[in-house]
């Protein structure tokens, strides 16, 4: 990713928001919706804040390293 995710100013009010399910009874979550546009929105239950949008390729690059253990804690 060359740049920052930025919390777009656009109307989110009809996306569909999802968390995983391993936190379905949890408070401190993130959601994410598949965008109209093709984006893909990303927000914290917790915060009135918007939301960072990604570009599909921003997200399929993000899922790809999760998959992939890019972001686990590094071993000692």
Request: hydrophobic letters at 30%; a negative charge; charged letters at 25%.
């Amino acid at each position: 990713m060359t740049h920052q995710p930025t919390a777009e100013r656009q109307d989110h009010d009809g996306a569909r928001w999802f968390k995983a399910r391993a936190s379905q009874s949890g408070t401190g979550c993130v959601e994410i919706a598949h965008l109209a546009d093709g984006h893909v929105g990303l927000r914290d239950t917790k915060s009135t804040r918007p939301p960072f949008v990604f570009d599909a390729h921003e997200w399929a690059c993000f899922i790809d390293g999760a998959k992939n253990g890019e972001f686990d804690p590094p071993t000692r």
